[in-house]
């Protein structure tokens, strides 16, 4: 069984909780990079693109684009890329796994912890739409995906990250030194 996930929404402060984490000396590992790892290999690019009529090499915007407009198009790719992503995360096997859709996937059996990074939906749109530079892309991205209030009872620490990033940094040592994961 693998230790800790570190789940949330998009732009709730995943990343930065897990570099955080990462510069105390804790093993981490991002899902998200598994995943582009997996969907740059040319044969599941190939399957991708055919099966959703797409062009191939893929482009990120053109795939988002078809998973922001079609539910069956996410609900192919989650269970094509799912179990591949899974398999990956479980070889490496790190302290800290950040895993944006854990519940989504039905990752959260394989962690003994599961921590959930959040902050107002004010400040995740607001970083969403930095990063993007486009609100309503930002605003589609975000109503596709499960709300905090369905994740908040199924995790063990509730991490908020609409905080400085000095205080956010006091907060996770705490938690760290709390877990035994540093002394």
């Known amino acids: 069984m693998l230790q800790i996930a570190l789940t949330g929404g998009i732009s709730k402060g995943k990343?930065?909780?897990l570099q955080i984490i990462s510069s105390y000396g804790v093993s981490v590992l991002s899902a998200d990079d598994v995943a582009r790892e997996v969907i740059n290999r040319e044969d599941i690019q190939k399957?991708?693109?055919k099966k959703l009529d797409i062009s191939f090499p893929l482009s990120r915007t053109e795939l988002r684009d078809k998973i922001i407009e079609s539910s069956e198009a996410?609900?192919?790719l989650d269970n094509l890329l799912h179990p591949i992503i899974l398999k990956e995360i479980?070889?490496?096997n790190a302290?800290?796994?950040e895993v944006p859709l854990l519940f989504e996937?039905?990752?959260e059996n394989h962690f003994k912890r599961i921590w959930l990074a959040t902050c107002n939906d004010d400040t995740?749109?607001?970083?969403?739409?930095?990063?993007l530079g486009d609100r309503s892309t930002a605003e589609k991205l975000i109503k596709i995906q499960m709300p905090d209030?369905?994740?908040i009872n199924r995790c063990d620490r509730l991490i908020e990250t609409d905080v400085s990033t000095e205080i956010l940094k006091e907060k996770i040592q705490e938690i760290l030194l709390e877990d035994g994961l540093i002394r």
Do not use: C
């Not at 995740?124 to 990063?131: A, E």
């Open 15 to 17: 990343s930065t909780i």
């Open 47 to 49: 399957i991708i693109a």
């Open 74 to 76: 996410k609900e192919y």
């Open 90 to 92: 479980v070889a490496i």
């Open 95 to 97: 302290t800290v796994t």
């Open 105 to 107: 996937a039905g990752y």
């Open 124 to 131: 995740q749109l607001q970083r969403l739409t930095d990063r």
């Open 149 to 151: 209030n369905k994740k």
